[in-house]
């Protein structure tokens, strides 16, 4: 007796704990006969494929490339990615950014962290090991718009430096944008808009960013916003800030 089983994320297994093992692939399990289907004795699965480590996959280009999405949209395809606590104005930024794309004449799409977490990212949880699957998935998403001539505005914690450089790495340096929401603590506690920070204190949430899981800031980011004499910038000031970057280096008009 035996089932076709595709696993995708995370399998567990182990008699005296668990072992999370993140990974995508078609098993073939194999049962005794005498081992009724629901049973919970020791069966045996053979990995027939892998997606990772396939090497019958092979990159399909198209007649119509970046360049030529450029020149129709008339701008350059870039990721801005904007990091920073929770309650920092990071989607408030992104939304204020793309509004003022749009009023220019520019195509944006706001990759929203929340938002994907209802769909794309609707399996993952907060461990660090999800918190960079997280991450991975949407610099992958941010990398597609960005090559689709898009202006890609990424908002998310993304605590983590490793992972904000590893989607990076993915695009020309020049065309990943990472702009940090350099804002207080206690100010955005102080704002805590969904009341996280709240259940956090109060030990109803384990892992949370600034409070007992660390938030790593950037060493070399492209724009940084902060305070200035106690005072936080305007949605409109720091949109600003970042359509001047973006004039200045060509993003918005097609070479």
Known sequence: MGWIITISNEFEIGSNGYKRIPFSTILLLFLPPSIPPHSQETGVFLIMSTVGNSTN????????????RQKLLNQQGCVVWITG??????????CSLGRELHSRGNLSYVLDGDNLRHGLNKNLGF????RTENIRRVGEVSKLFAD????CIASLISPYRKDRNACRALLPDANFVEVFLNMPLE???ARDPKGLYKLARAGKIKGFTGI???YEPPLN???????????????NEMAGKVVSYLEGK?????H
């Open 212 to 214: 007992d899981d660390p």
């Open 148 to 151: 689709a001539g898009l202006i």
């Open 85 to 94: 606590l929770s309650g920092s104005g990071k989607s408030t930024l992104a």
């Open 57 to 68: 996959i092979f990159w399909h280009e198209c007649p119509v490339g970046k360049a030529d």
């Open 127 to 130: 461990s660090p090991e999800d």
């Open 250 to 254: 060509g993003f918005l008009h097609a």
């Open 187 to 189: 100010l955005c506690e």
């Open 221 to 235: 980011c492209e724009i940084e916003i902060q305070q200035k004499d106690g005072v936080c910038p305007t949605p």
